[in-house]
């Protein structure tokens, strides 16, 4: 993961230092020739205005906004526009990046007030501007479009995210095997890239601080699944509790935004199920499965 910060001396001061907006002060580049042949018109690209916040909470009492006017080729990504702007404008700004083909998940932003990856989220979409471009919503920001990633990375390692082993029953050799149909059952949610867009369009992420929230409800649900995996009673009180499935009230915004069709909605709501059935078989068979 890369995190775009230079930090040099005197970079990007606050609107109160008297920063104004910025223009576009390098020449914008050639548009490339088309695939087809055909020349390059007016319809392959052109300039739009970017509304960046900036926000350095060591150093500033509150977000701002400053803009950018950046050139965009059909092919410019979101993610694209603000390398641009780096490399060009305004070399403190400052973002988190990686694979740029939205399997590392760290390039989420609030683009027009959406959870969207800058990676796969084109320019073209929202031309001719003005695009907001904001950190993601739920998350104390660390600087510009950087968020505080703890308390996510928390809620993932409370869900114990790992195959957990039968003591009492070693697998004998050779190893844990599995089956394409075992493999289904859990396939889907395994396509998490933890990007955490689900955490900003969730609006009880934002209202009950302790929610474990989509993604590590997902990840349980993910193991418990797992025929290898025998963690499902250990995992229990860590969902069934104030913070862990109940605050969620089925809106759905979680799977709508997901990059990767995961549907954390419907894992939450199996996850409730499989823990009121849990609930059920302890009132009617209390201490099951004590001695074995």
């Known amino acids: 993961m890369t995190e775009s910060s230079h930090g040099h001396p005197g970079a990007g001061a606050s609107a109160a230092d008297g920063v104004q907006p910025v223009g576009a002060t390098a020449e914008q580049p050639e548009p ?10 007016p319809e392959a690209g052109g300039t739009i205005t970017l509304q960046v916040l900036r926000y350095r909470p060591d150093r500033e009492d509150a977000p701002y906004l400053q803009d950018f006017e950046v050139p965009w080729r059909t092919e410019t990504s979101v993610l694209d526009a603000l390398t ?34 800058g990676c796969e989220s084109f320019v073209r979409d929202y031309a001719p501007g003005p695009l907001r471009i904001e950190p993601l919503a739920n998350h104390a920001v660390e600087r510009d479009l950087v968020v505080d990633l703890e308390p996510f990375m928390a809620s993932l390692r409370a869900v114990q995210p790992y195959v957990i082993s039968d003591d009492r029953h070693p697998v004998p050799e050779p190893g844990n095997r599995q089956t394409p149909e075992q493999m289904v059952a859990y396939g889907q949610y395994s396509q998490c890239i933890n990007c955490m867009l689900c955490y ?19 990840l349980a649900v993910r193991y418990n699944k797992d025929s290898r995996d025998h963690g499902a009673d250990s995992r229990l009180p860590i969902l069934d509790n104030e913070g862990g499935i109940w605050p969620c009230t089925f809106v759905g915004a979680c799977s709508t935004v997901c990059p990767k069709g995961v549907d954390p909605a419907a894992a939450i709501q ?14 009617i068979l209390p201490h099951r499965g004590e001695g074995r």
């Open 32 to 41: 490339r020739p088309r695939r087809d042949g055909a020349a390059a018109g």
């Open 84 to 117: 641009w702007v780096k490399d060009n404008l305004e070399p403190s700004l400052t973002f988190r990046w990686s694979c740029r083909m939205a399997i590392c998940g760290s390039c989420g932003f609030m683009l027009n007030g959406e959870p969207k990856l």
């Open 200 to 218: 900003a369009a969730c609006p009880q992420v934002g209202l009950a601080t302790d929610f474990l929230g989509p993604a590590a409800v997902t």
């Open 270 to 283: 199996q996850a409730k199920g499989a823990t009121a059935q849990a609930w059920a078989a302890e009132f």
